[in-house]
């Protein structure tokens, strides 16, 4: 199996152990002899980075219009495909990204917005670079929140709508804002991707151990990147 110049992205609901699977993909492909860069969505380039802040900022989320945050989002993937993913793809290092575009479509469109125009959007903002390969690491909202020591709320509150909210380094008050519910239909639109997505998704359990679980994303490698 090759990985130069491919793109494999790693998504999921919160708390799927995400973070620990890329740091231990990165590691193994660059042990197989390929250059491997590690970034992140939103962020990875100096624009994204300040777009990433914009989002981040809970007292704009109140009042940002649902279009405002999809157009956000997909200007700091155009940017991140532009500056660092294109470029790592033609000079045949790997690229392994913590979530993407199809972290829109779970989040956003849990939140209402059509996953069509999410698809539309991506489609103009990063052209033909769509990952090689999309790993869903797959758990239930009860044990996400539980790894990262969270409860998540039975009802929603002012301002607890969009994508947005999804970060790792998000307010923990913000992030117990979602409830319960939303986790579910997230998990949901995760696991609909293989069907709807224009390159190849894998769903991965995440509940067994972190070795279990990169042994299962390294079979899924081979089997659709061989």
Known sequence: MNLAGKFIVIDGPDGSGKGTQI?????????????CTITNDPGGTPISDRIRSVLLRADLLKTMDPNCEALLFMA???QLVA???RP????????VCGRFISATCAYQVAAGFPREKVLELGKLAVADTWPDLTIIIDVPPEVGFARMGRTPQKAA???????A???DDVRMDDMEARPLEFH?????????????????VVT???TPSPDEVFSRIQAELARVLS
Request: charged share 30%.
């Open 204 to 206: 991965i359990d995440g």
């Open 88 to 95: 790592a793809l033609a000079a045949d290092r790997a690229v």
């Open 76 to 78: 700091s993937r155009a």
């Open 23 to 35: 740091e231990r993909l990165a590691a193994w492909i660059r042990s197989q002899g390929v250059d």
């Open 165 to 167: 909210l999804m970060f």
């Open 157 to 163: 509150r002012h301002g607890a709508d969009g994508q």
């Open 83 to 85: 500056e660092v993913v």
């Open 184 to 200: 579910r239909r997230v998990r949901a639109l995760f696991a609909e991707l293989p069907d709807v997505y224009p390159k190849p």
